[in-house]
């Protein structure tokens, strides 16, 4: 697995993307019950993420919410969240923030989350 961690972050530099995605898709394949495929879920939404494919991106880490490892959940309904930011659906971006906080209120990221949060509302009031 080290060796596809390396071998990932030199494609994703290079920003060849298309390899990175097989990569992780291999993984995912080859270790479907394993914490590494639930990591290579987010990675491939966050390879779409970059591409602005968000349909993709939320595609992926909705896979990693919904099967039964848990590992990356919290990074994966955070940048579900920022995702729903990017592509200007703010009400579902706060659903998501707030759940966020919600399931994960110790996490580093949750403050992050709250600033979110009242950012997104400032912005649905004006």
């Given at each position: 697995m080290i060796k596809y961690g390396f071998q990932l972050n030199f494609l994703r530099k290079k920003k060849?993307?298309?390899?990175?995605?097989k990569y992780y898709i291999n993984v995912v394949d080859f270790f479907p019950k394993e914490k590494e495929a639930d990591a290579a879920?987010?990675?491939m939404a966050?390879?779409?993420?970059?591409?602005r494919d968000y349909k993709n991106a939320l595609l992926y880490l909705d896979k990693a919410l919904n099967?039964?490892?848990t590992n990356a959940d919290e990074i994966a309904l955070f940048n579900k969240a920022r995702i729903y930011y990017a592509a200007n659906s703010f009400r579902e971006a706060l659903g998501y923030f707030r759940e966020f906080l919600s399931r994960f209120?110790?996490?580093?990221?949750?403050?992050?989350?709250?600033?979110?949060v009242d950012i997104?509302?400032?912005?649905?009031k004006n």
């Open positions: 060849d993307y298309n390899s990175a995605l879920l987010v990675r966050e390879v779409y993420e970059e591409n099967n039964s490892i209120p110790a996490s580093i990221l949750s403050k992050q989350a709250a600033e979110w997104i509302a400032k912005e649905m």
